[in-house]
């Protein structure tokens, strides 16, 4: 194991509506809620509790764009869809895991679009700020983290080497889109990430505060929608198994320590401290 003192940027991502197709940066400004724009809109059923590709892989296919203060949407065989970002017409509130957030609904036509393609009556909500949903201070400590519609953190982070280490292990190696990171480090080791406390630069600084447990979306086919059997899951259960998260752990949970308002690019160089 290598010392560990410093760790690039490889690539950066954002996934604008929940679940979907992300977006490759070149660099990415830092909000409260962690990348500007990630998970920004989600996806309710009938009930307004979220819903994701473990159970809609389809979701997969959707991509979004950024376009002003909103996006645009494709997906095959559908035309495009344009969504403003402004719309707070109609505030609504939604459920994500344990959480109840405020949202507003962007409106039937993008309701409309949604349940066309994904079969089901949906509808497409953007999160709205008037109430903050934070990470749990069991993990983030002092420290207060707001997010959108993350799973319950900011950021996540994955060492390139980490997914190298997991592709020696499988007869078919996987992308690193299966995990659906906001950040890629470079020039650490494989599972280096897990002892990194914080990672700065001279404007800001990241705290990783707790390891990244694994679903099934990791076994779709992010370019296919295809559920692909029980890899990486299976592998990971080998020697990536967390008995007090109760579950396989890649990657890292990462906060905002310092630094709103400054952008992340690729190829920087961020100074890392360790944990104890």
Known sequence: MSQLTVATIRSLTIYPVKSCGGIA??????????LEHDRRWML???????????????MALIQPQLQDQGIVVTAPGMPNLSVS??????????GIWRDLCLAFDEGDDAADWFSTYLQQSLRLVRFNDERLRLS??????????????????????????????????LIHPLPMNRFRPNIVIQDVDAYGEDRIDEMRTDEICL????????CKITTTNQETAVVEGDEPLLALTKYRRDLKLKGVTFGQNTVIVSGLGQSLRVGDQLGVTLKC
């Open 44 to 58: 309710v059923k009938s009930d307004g509790y979220f819903t994701t590709q473990r159970e809609l892989p389809k």
């Open 25 to 34: 940066l070149s660099q990415a400004r830092l909000c409260s809620t962690g």
């Open 85 to 94: 970002g402004v719309n707070t017409s109609r505030s609504i509130e939604v």
């Open 207 to 214: 705290r990783l505060v707790k390891p990244c447990t694994r």
């Open 136 to 169: 749990s201070r069991d993990w983030t400590g002092e420290l207060q983290a707001p997010n959108h519609f993350s799973d319950g953190y900011p950021i996540l982070i994955i060492s390139a080497a980490s997914l190298a280490d997991l592709n020696e292990r």
